[in-house]
């Protein structure tokens, strides 16, 4: 275990060694994260074991989880979403390949942390984040009103009155 976590790792030394990561990175140090957030405060944590399988496969496995505050795309307000993922990676040296079904794999070369830590938390991320049903501040636009109706213009209702008339006049 580290007392504080390294900016860059070598996975397969990190699992030669069977260590393991235990600690907290700021959101701040992970642009692409950052870019889909509505603001950058906060950490992601991670509690990582790196080790040898009985196959003797090299492995990563362990816990990432970050709450972060996005834009919901129904409401358009913002709301904290907790990401979470339970990764579990067979780490192959760099230009290696094998058939590991169950498994990701990573070409494990030193990687910075944050990246790593960052791509697990985008795939977490959904693809249109959106407060549960229901918890939305304000009605979206079209949305029912309390009477059951449709507060949203319909573009051709003029159309369909003319339509109205004419069959009238006949």
Do not use: Y
Not at 23 to 41: F, S, Y
Not at 52 to 69: C, D, I, K, N
Not at 87 to 102: K, M, Q, S
Not at 103 to 118: N, R
């Amino acid at each position: 275990m580290f007392d504080a976590l390294p900016a860059i790792i070598d996975p397969l030394r990190l699992a030669d060694e069977g260590a393991r990561l235990c600690g907290e990175l700021t959101l701040k140090g992970m642009p692409r994260l950052a870019g889909l957030c509505a603001d950058v405060r906060g950490t992601a944590s991670i509690d990582w074991q790196f080790e040898r399988s009985a196959q003797g496969l090299r492995q990563m496995h362990g816990p990432v989880r970050a709450t972060v505050r996005v834009i919901c795309q129904r409401c358009l307000q913002p709301f904290t979403l907790a990401l979470s993922a339970d990764i579990r990676l067979v780490l192959l040296n760099p230009g290696v390949t094998g058939a590991h079904d169950e498994a990701d794999v990573l070409e494990a070369k030193p990687w910075p942390l944050s990246e790593l830590v960052e791509n697990e938390l985008l795939l977490a991320m959904p693809m249109i984040p959106m407060h549960a049903p229901g918890e939305c501040q304000t009605r979206a636009p079209g949305a029912s009103s309390e009477t059951g109706r449709s507060d949203r213009r319909h573009p051709f209702a003029a159309l369909g009155k003319l339509k109205q008339h004419a069959h009238q006049d006949k």
